[in-house]
């Protein structure tokens, strides 16, 4: 998938195969990070704290879309195009990739929906439209259909286990894969080990692999991982978890 050449600070919404670049960068950008923390007090008077999850990121920010071209603006499309994508999402409750690249190797690249998105014009803006954007964090889940067969009875005890289900399990050694045209780094975690997040430890393990490819074809950077091409060779390490995305970021 092509990549304007625009480098720098750059937004991006990206659904299956449609990406959208925001032809103005907005001048600010808030991620909130929460906490589900939860503070205890105890019976001698001190308090503890209870270490949870963290809460879904939330993003917001505004962004300017011109009605004539700007030199300053990255590209000029008709408003009702971004309009209908965006309410599209919106009302479809739709997943997507936000993307924000930057100079350097620090990227966002987050799977939201959104939250809200109010429409402004001004008179002092002229005839330009501002959208406030308010995204949260959406995970993908799915439910788990229990089968109600009794199990067949049978002499061993042992044999009347359940069996486990490895269709998704990840390989007990590591595999050679070399990327195709459809592939997305989400789509292999969920391939090989039952989780798109998973994605993140790929990209950690092959990081260097992912950005020289992304370099060898203009570009300064895959936004950690985003952008991947056809004919690179990854490596999917075996018996790992989120957890190990760091240790192989630092490593390789």
Do not use: C
């Amino acid at each position: 998938m092509a990549l304007n050449n625009h480098y720098g600070y750059t937004f991006f919404f990206r659904y299956k195969d449609t990406v959208i670049e925001l032809p103005i960068t907005p001048p600010e950008l808030e991620i909130k990070i929460g906490s589900n923390n939860e503070k205890v007090s105890l019976i001698n008077g001190g308090d503890i704290n209870i270490l949870k999850s963290p809460t879904l990121t939330e993003v917001e920010f505004e962004a300017r879309f011109p009605m004539r071209q700007y030199p300053y603006a990255r590209r000029f499309v008709d408003f009702q195009y971004y309009y209908d994508f965006f309410k599209d999402l919106k009302e479809n409750k739709k997943m997507f990739r936000f993307i924000v690249t930057r100079l350097g190797d620090w990227d966002t690249n987050l799977l939201m929906a959104i939250e809200e998105m109010n429409i402004k014009e001004d008179h002092d803006e002229g005839d330009d439209v501002i959208i406030e954007f308010s995204l949260r964090q959406a995970k993908e889940y799915g439910v788990k259909v229990l089968s109600s067969k009794k199990p067949t009875s049978t002499s061993t005890a042992s044999s009347n286990a359940p069996k486990r289900d490895t269709a998704n399990q990840p390989a007990t050694q590591d595999v050679e894969y070399t990327i195709k045209d459809t592939d997305t780094l989400y789509a292999l975690g969920k391939k090989f080990y039952g989780d798109g997040e998973m994605w993140q430890v790929i990209y950690s393990y092959n990081k260097k692999i992912i950005e020289n490819a992304a370099k060898s074809h203009g570009m300064e950077s895959s936004s950690s991982g985003h952008w991947i091409f056809a004919g690179t060779k990854i490596t999917i390490p075996a018996n790992v978890t989120l957890l190990d995305a760091a240790y192989f970021y630092d490593r390789w």
